[in-house]
């Protein structure tokens, strides 16, 4: 059974940078596409980026230039770089990765943006 297993949230001033990662356990799958989306308070939960196993990255225009996607997939691991971090930053981070069979998701790091 597939786990993710996400770490790197906190808190954070504005403009400040925080990493994420998160890594699957438990399955020697070839995930095709992973990524990040997140949840604020009341809010739907959002795209915030992914990247296929060929390389073709997606981001939120709201991240665009500030966030950057990354993947080891040696490790089965996906990260997620943030800087210059905005207030409406705040929110619940999940991973997600998709296999040719199924979709998989972290069970979510809190990231707050705050002075």
């Known amino acids: 059974q597939v786990q993710l297993v996400e770490s790197g949230g906190g808190l954070v001033q504005p403009g400040g940078s925080l990493r994420l990662s998160c890594a699957a356990s438990?399955?020697?799958?070839?995930?095709?596409?992973m990524g990040w989306y997140r949840q604020g308070t009341g809010k739907q939960r959002d795209l915030v980026a992914t990247?296929?196993?060929?390389?073709?990255?997606n981001y939120a225009d709201s991240v665009k230039g500030r966030f950057t996607i990354s993947r080891d997939n040696a490790k089965n691991t996906v990260y997620l770089q943030m800087n210059s971090l905005k207030p409406e930053d705040t929110a619940v981070y999940y991973c997600?990765?998709?296999?040719?069979?199924?979709?998989?998701w972290g069970q979510g790091t809190q990231v707050t943006v705050s002075s």
């Open positions: 997600n990765f998709k296999s040719a069979l199924d979709d998989y």
């Open positions: 438990g399955s020697s799958s070839r995930f095709y596409t």
């Open positions: 990247l296929t196993s060929g390389g073709r990255i």
